[in-house]
T-cell receptor, first 114, second 113 residues
């Protein structure tokens, strides 16, 4: 079974600084998808960024980018120019190529210091 | 599109009562997922449907839990009888294709007293 590990229960960063959230996963599949979701206090799950495993190029969405290391099974999220609105729980998630739903990590609580 | 719509947003019920959670997926999406979120276990996949057919219900914790999808625009998750340990936030999500982006509803916070 696939597993997703987020080793940082909580991270804190100064506003306007850069922060990196870590994620590792375990799978025997070669074709899969990786995601980062944001969950603010409103509890809405919001997609931040998505990466297809077959793509070597790292995905980027404005201030959010990933460092995808397929061999190391690592998928970290970098948030540049942190803003107060970035404060939330961030979940790393895995989906196999066979369409079997998302497996989530335990989450990282991101605190933005003004 | 209005996104994935779940109802109710909050539900408080007494132990032993039947609880029904509802979900309307995004029109045109062919996958529907039910997840449960608790502090102890995080986000867990309970069951998912493809084209209204249940594909994998291995995450359903007990026989007290059941889910249906009678048509492409509606799904229910039922707990009968409910127990305090069922207290959690239940999310419904839908996607076009399994590996594509899953859009989540606002969730239903269930409290069983």
């Amino acid at each position: 079974a696939q597993t997703v590990t987020q080793s940082q229960p909580e991270m804190s960063v100064q506003e306007a600084e850069t922060v990196t959230l870590s994620c590792t996963y375990d799978t025997s599949e070669s074709d899969y998808y990786l995601f980062w979701y944001k969950q603010p206090p409103s509890r809405q799950m919001i997609l931040v960024i998505r990466q297809e495993a077959y793509k070597q190029q790292n995905a980027t969405e404005n201030r959010f980018s990933v460092n995808f290391q397929k061999a190391a099974k690592s998928f970290s999220l970098k948030i540049s120019d942190s803003q107060l609105g970035d404060a939330a729980m961030y979940f790393c998630a895995y989906s196999g190529g066979g369409a079997d739903g998302l497996t989530f990590g335990k989450g990282t609580h991101l605190i933005i210091q003004p | 599109d209005a996104g994935v719509i779940q109802s109710p947003r909050h539900e408080v019920t007494e132990m032993g009562q039947e609880v029904t959670l509802r979900c309307k997926p995004i029109s045109g999406h062919d996958y529907l997922f039910w997840y449960r979120q608790t502090m102890m276990r995080g986000l867990e996949l309970l069951i998912y449907f493809n084209n209204n057919v249940p594909i994998d219900d291995s995450g359903m914790p007990e026989d007290r839990f059941s889910a249906k999808m009678p048509n492409a625009s509606f799904s229910t998750l039922k707990i009968q009888p409910s127990e305090p340990r069922d207290s959690a936030v239940y999310f419904c999500a839908s996607s076009l294709g399994g590996g594509f982006v899953a859009f989540f509803g606002q969730g239903t916070r269930l409290t069983v007293v």
